[in-house]
């Protein structure tokens, strides 16, 4: 079994940046594509980023791409979602997730329904 936290949350103008990160515990990433999903007041629930955790691949929703940036630390078994230029329109609970099937060496989950496991969440509000 293995529990997700996030942290790094908070409030920041628009254009500014916040850095969230995800810490696994009770069992390692490894050959897990993890990512981040994010929901705003009354919207679904929508992938933002993931990374393949054995060879690094990384997919992002156009929305983000070019502004957000996914990383992992295998030595700490954490994972990391570098945000710059926020926008107000950003503004959710932001929840990592991990796949736990082996879906391709170099695939990266992007569906809902492909996580299986989740942090509770993390704020961020962007203020314009």
Known sequence: QVQLVESG?????????????????????????????????????????????YVGSTYYADSVKGRFTISRDSANNTMYLQMNNLKPEDTAVYYCAGDMYYRGRDYVSRYLTDYTFWGKGTQVTISS
């Open 9 to 53: 949350g908070g409030l920041v103008q628009a254009g500014g940046s916040l850095r969230l990160s995800c810490a696994a515990s009770g069992r390692t990433f490894s050959s897990y594509s993890v990512g981040w999903f994010r929901q705003a007041p009354g919207k679904e629930r929508e992938f933002v980023a993931g990374i393949n955790w």
